[in-house]
């Protein structure tokens, strides 16, 4: 075989998620740290990936199909919690989207990301994919916008 097309795996590539598939998010140690409970962090390594298939039950796994569960977070994360906050920094909810839609503003939601956009700080400890909420606001701002178009 061309050895130009072997390598070894980098700790950068995506993995998928043991249980359902999905491409995980790689995140880093803090984020493990802080969203897991004390008990359940050991279960993975310094880094991990983190799922975010709805109704998958893995929420973190590593590289060796090591997993930490819904019942290992300190609280559900969004999306697997629908009603949680989208932005785990400042506790924005997709409710706070809706309410934006129903009227046909952008109010809310733009306050909201800018408010991310000033503190990004916090975001690999508070934000269970362990970055911004900016892209995923947005994302599902315009996801619903394009529903409620199709009346849905
Ligand atoms: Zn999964």
């Given amino acids: 075989m061309n050895k130009a ?21 790689l995140v880093p140690a803090i984020t493990l740290d802080t969203q897991l ?67 046909g503003s952008v109010e809310r939601t733009r306050a909201a990301v800018a408010q991310a956009k000033a503190n990004q700080s916090e975001c690999p400890a508070r934000s269970p994919w362990g970055e911004s909420c900016i892209g995923e606001i947005q994302r599902y701002y315009m996801r619903r916008q394009a529903e409620l178009k199709r009346g849905r």
């Avoid at 097309?5 to 249980?19: G, K």
């Avoid at 785990?88 to 934006?100: K, L, N, P, R, V």
């Fill in 5 to 25: 097309f072997v390598r070894e795996p980098e700790p950068t590539d995506a993995l998928r998620c043991p249980r359902c598939g999905t491409l995980g998010k």
């Fill in 37 to 103: 409970r004390a008990e359940a962090r050991q279960k993975l390594g310094s880094t991990g990936y983190y799922c975010s298939f709805p109704t998958c039950e893995v929420v973190y796994f590593d590289a060796f199909d090591r997993f930490a569960e819904l019942a290992d977070c300190e609280r559900v994360p969004y999306p697997k919690d629908p009603h949680a906050p989208i932005c785990g920094c400042h506790g924005f909810s997709t409710e706070a989207i809706e309410a934006d839609l129903a009227v």
